[in-house]
Structures are given as C-alpha cells and as structure tokens.
C-alpha cells in the first residue's frame, strides 16, 4: 500500500511538471504573436508571465509533491491573478473566448482536490466573471486595445487550441489519478477481506503446517497431472476446506492455487526434457502427461514461469549437451 501512495505521489508531481511545460509553451506561443503584431502591453505581460513560470518550474522540479501540494492552492490564485488583466481587457475588447481560461482552473483541481474544494474554486471563478464584467466598464477608452479583424480571428484560434490542448491533458491525467486511486481503494478492500479471513481462523503457524500438508500430498500423488483436478479435490485431500487451503498456499508461497499446480507441472515437464524425452516423445505427449489439455496454454505457462518459451529451453538443453 505504501509502494502504491509514493507511485501516486511521484504521478501527481509528473502532472504538475508537464502543467508547467504546457502553460510555458502557451505563454511562449502568445508573447511570440503578440510581438509580430507588436501588441502593447500583451507582448510585455505575456512574455514576464512566460518567464516567471520558467523559474517557478524548479519548485515541482525540486520539491517532493507532498510539498508541491500545499502551493497548489497558492498557484492557482496566483495564475487566476495574472490571467485576470488578459481576460478583462479582452473583454472590453469584445474578446468573449479568453474566458475559457478560468474555467480551466476549477477542471484542473479536480485531479488535486476533493469535490467540495473544487465547487469553492468554481465559486471564486464566478466571482472574478462578475468583477471582470463589473471593472471592464470602468477601463479608460485609451487603454482598451482594439484588435484587428484578423488578430481576434488568430487569436481566438491559439486561445481555442491551447484550451483545448490543456483540457485534454487534464483528462488524460485525471483519468490517470482516478485509476491509480482505484487500484489503491481495490488493494484496501482485498487487504481488509483477507485480513478478516485472518481472524476467523487459527495463527499462521497452522497455515504452513496445514501447507506442509498440501506439499507432502501434491509430491507423493502428483494429483497436477490430472488437467481437471481443482482445489476442492486438495482441500477434501487434506481434510481441510478451501478457504484454509487457499490461505496456506497464499501464506506459504505467495501464489493461489492455480500458479501452485502450473508450476509443478513445468518442473515435471522440464525434469521430462532434462532427461531427453522430447527425443523419444512428441511435446503433445509431455505436456499432456504433466496435465496441460492444450499447447497454447502449455507454452504460455511456460514462458511466464520460466522466462523463455519450451522450444527455446530445449534449444538451450541441446547446446549444453553439444558443448
């Protein structure tokens, strides 16, 4: 569990920095247009907000994200501050896009924040809507830039693509935050379950003396041969029950009942090949004897216990013989 929370951690700080990657090469991308069209004001501001990101970025760069987390809420208000000249100027300007920008703000908490500090930050985007609309009246006619034809057209389409741009990447992340959560919540209920069938049930001493059990019986009868036999057939074998069973093999070998059988019957199938069997033999034969009905399944279980596919171990066997 431990493992998965720093996995989190380490994925929520790799959001933060693309974020910043991101927000850079918007900034970049404006300050770029706003100096070919040598737009006043814009082309100053865009660029200082560009730079000040640039140095703000060491801080996730550096710092743990349980650090990064605290400034999260301080950076959000800061950059809700800094859009706030943009957007109102924009407005007085007849520019209605460039409020998208706010509305990304409360969609980006939701990979940091629970529900109900995301509804705050959404009431304090609408809040600063309702002053933009409120001071825009009050901005000096001198000091409203009136755009070009073309250059509303241009710059609603970077203002478009770029939101949409860090829309999707928000998406992509929160979708990302969301399964890893779920595969943690999952692990807590798996845990709690087992840890309850724990304590209904005698120490872990008599698991492993029940698993002793378990071995003794699986070596001498070799019931893995037989492809139908199941762990009702084991627990009925060693007077026990399945869930104590399937405890014991968890316990003792880290593996459910399935892993267990496979891999007694790769060892048999290996110590069949180790003796040249397959000389004498066909692989039908030998994986059927071990108690595989199918090669597909055979080859697979091979391969994922071993590390290599059967043709190739035999490959291997014959280059030691041959040396």
């Not at 140095?55 to 987390?69: G, S, T, V, W």
């Not at 705050?120 to 901005?139: A, E, G, K, M, P």
């Not at 609603?156 to 959560?181: M, P």
Request: net charge neutral.
């Amino acid at each position: 569990m431990e493992h998965d929370e720093v996995y989190l951690e380490k994925t929520l700080k790799k959001i933060c920095l693309g974020y910043f990657y991101l927000v850079i090469l918007v900034f970049i991308s404006f300050s770029i247009y706003y100096l070919y069209e040598n737009i006043s004001f814009f082309k100053y501001y865009s660029t200082s907000i560009a730079i000040t990101h640039i140095f703000l970025f060491f801080i996730p760069y550096k710092l743990e994200y349980k650090f990064i987390k605290e400034l999260i809420s301080v950076y959000l208000i800061f950059i809700s501050i800094a859009l706030y000249p943009f957007v109102t100027l924009y407005w007085a300007a007849g520019q209605v896009t460039v409020f998208v920008w706010y509305l990304l703000i409360p969609f980006a908490g939701l990979i940091f924040f629970s529900t109900r500090t995301v509804v705050y930050w959404t009431l304090y985007i609408l809040f600063l809507f309702c002053t933009v609309f409120i001071v825009s009246n009050f901005i000096p006619e001198r000091y409203v830039i009136q755009f070009e034809s073309y250059q509303s057209s241009v710059l609603n389409i970077i203002t478009i693509v770029c939101c949409l741009g860090l829309a999707a990447y928000f998406i992509f992340s929160l979708s990302r935050v969301n399964h890893i959560k779920m595969e943690i919540l999952k692990k807590e209920r798996i845990n709690k379950s087992l840890e309850k069938v724990v304590d209904d049930v005698e120490d872990t001493e008599k698991y492993l003396q029940l698993y002793d059990s378990i071995e003794e019986y699986i070596e001498n009868e070799k019931p893995y041969c037989d492809p139908n036999f199941t762990i009702t057939q084991l627990a009925t074998a060693v007077n026990s029950n399945i869930t104590y069973v399937s405890k014991a093999i968890r316990i003792s070998k880290d593996v459910n009942f399935n892993v267990l059988m496979n891999t007694y019957r790769i060892n048999m199938i290996k110590d069949m090949l180790d003796k040249g069997y397959h000389n004498t033999f066909t692989i039908k034969h030998i994986y059927t004897s071990a108690g595989f009905k199918q090669q597909t399944t055979f080859n697979k279980v091979f391969k994922q216990i071993e590390g290599i596919t059967p043709t190739d171990y035999i490959k291997s066997l014959q280059i030691n013989t041959n040396q």
